[in-house]
């Protein structure tokens, strides 16, 4: 039986489109792709800007360092943010010439990165990997258009959403983290078409599904076991648990997302709820 979960509420709004939150430290990172901007939110409602970026920022993650990287999409090229300063951390335009998407950052400084595309009929592409040293590769396993992931606390996999492929897949860090032998963590029901993800501290993944029908929580194997409705009208396009205790389930909320419009609408938001388990793992 899935449990619909009931309750959410805006924490904030007037955002173009929110996207890879991160909870870090006490305050909840996010890109805003269509804004240009990343902001970090706390939980008494406190809104901050952390970084401008024009070339449209995507996935989040923090280095050993306590070092903020994000993904400049449009530019293929992963930044870091240390004091103030931004710099490069890595060029992938000879890997992702189309740009990038998604990514996480794993405890050692290791990044996963996902293509970014809009092609049809959508192409599978391998997910990017940068060592803790900087230096770049893809894997060999091939994905249906890769979006959220996951670095689960046993650190010796990655969970992926491929939103094309209707499904989770999961795959082995090998030797330095590098990810290796592709299997399925679980088939999603017909139309939950997958784009961020989160984990929590009992092995099940939150998917947030862009198309409908809000949030779900999947378990190994397929089986969903908890609902959050969206309203009519709006989606969830990524989440994230945090909070004091990480059973506040972070959702990044927006109308139907229409490339080109989305700054003008300027209709996303945070929304959260509280949920029976606490987030574990990476986001």
Known sequence: MTVDLQGLVTIADGFAFTECPRWHQGWLNFSDMYGGAVFRLNETGVVEEVVREEARPGGLGFLPDGSLLFAAMDASRVMRLKDGAVTLHADLTSIAPGGINDMIVSPEGRCYVAHFTHDLPPPSKPVIFIDEHGQTSETTDLLKVANGMILPTDGRRLIVAESAGGRLSVMDLGDGGRPKNRTTFAELPPGHYADGICGDDTGGVWVTCCRGPGVVRVEQGGAVTHRVP????????????????????????????????????RD????????????????
């Open 268 to 283: 996303a938001r945070i929304e959260a709820i509280r949920v029976p388990f606490a987030g574990s793992g990476i986001p």
């Open 230 to 265: 969206i309203d009519d009208g709006r989606f969830a396009y990524a989440s994230a648990l945090g909070g004091a205790d990480g059973r506040t389930l972070y959702v990044c909320t927006a109308g139907r997302y229409e490339h080109g419009m989305m700054a003008e609408k």
